[in-house]
């Protein structure tokens, strides 16, 4: 056995080391070096999506809820009430989103920053974003998209401000569910950018944080999230639908929506209240 493994070590070795050395440039990436990997799993067209979004027009968080109870997940797929509306309107619900979840994860950094002159400093934020932490997730926005942002563990960072946010919305975003949160708060109200999340943030990203992942599973407000499932958001918090039971309680909701609109439309004639869009047809 011995003379085997000494004939046979001059081939194995150069594999061996050239294996070493590309696990080694992989596992210790320099600062402004290549692109992390991106794993796109979303299975969905855009048709399929349209189709099913249909199901869930204007429908709220506590109709989906009650009919997730008749598909078997009561109280599994609705987020932690500290994941909230950052603003509501109560005249038009423009706060209120429905959509179809992208998913992304941001974690905080472990690598050395070091100490650049302050004029430097553009030339060496700059590659961070490029490389370290691109938002890549919002190359793959197509209408009716809802971005769902696992950043729990990406400390006190802004990716989400109000600019980038409005630019994302142009494409087609409806709106983002984070366990994190955004900057420009003030802003993002003022625009009318539907954002539900649990904390501010304020710090740029050089220095603090790293994308992880796109389009992979994530955990928001304690409920598995997969690309392609269904995001319903309102004043009452954040629901996810799994896609595979997505007709069957959008179907349901609907018909819940439906008979809520006819019941208290009744109540706000015998009332005298002026009917307003939460009980229109």
Known sequence: MRMRTRRFLPLILPVFMAATCAWAQVAEPEVGGVLK???????YTAQQDEAILKLFADARVSDVADALDTVGLP???IMTPDIQALWRDTKEFSHRIQGVAITAR???TNRVVPRVPQAEYGKWAGPWYKTITPDAWTQQIRPGMIAVLDKAEDGDTRNIGSANFMDWKLRGLRGIVTNGGAGDTDEIIAERLPLYQKRLERGFPPGRSEIESVNLPVMVGNVLVRPGDIIVADGDGVVVVPRQHAAAVGERARR???GDK???????EKLGLPLDKSVLP
């Open 75 to 77: 109280d599994t797929t």
């Open 106 to 108: 941001y974690v905080k």
């Open 262 to 268: 006819k019941a208290r439309r009744k109540l706000y």
């Open 37 to 43: 990997p991106i794993i796109n799993t979303y299975p």
């Open 256 to 258: 819940i929506l439906e």
